[in-house]
C-alpha cells in the first residue's frame, strides 16, 4: 500500500499512530488511497498537527 499511496499522491503516507491499532493504521491507509489529492493533501496536514500535538503535550509533561 505505501507504494500505491506515494506514486498516487507524490509524499508517504502519514498517520498519528497513538491510540491506533495495526487494524486501524490499515483501515485509514484503505480509506485514504481513495481520497482525490487535495483531499488527501488535507488529511496528511491534520495527522502532522495531530502528531506535533502528542509531541508538544509529552514536552510539556517533563
Avoid: C, S, W
Amino acid at each position: 500500500m505505501n507504494a500505491a499511496y506515494n506514486a498516487r499522491f507524490g509524499f508517504p503516507f502519514i498517520v498519528a499512530v497513538k491510540g491506533l491499532t495495526r487494524g486501524d493504521i490499515l483501515a485509514a491507509f484503505e480509506a485514504r488511497l481513495a481520497n482525490d489529492p487535495d483531499t488527501e493533501f488535507e488529511a496528511a496536514l491534520t495527522q502532522i498537527h495531530r502528531i506535533a500535538g502528542f509531541r508538544l503535550a509529552d514536552l510539556l509533561e517533563d
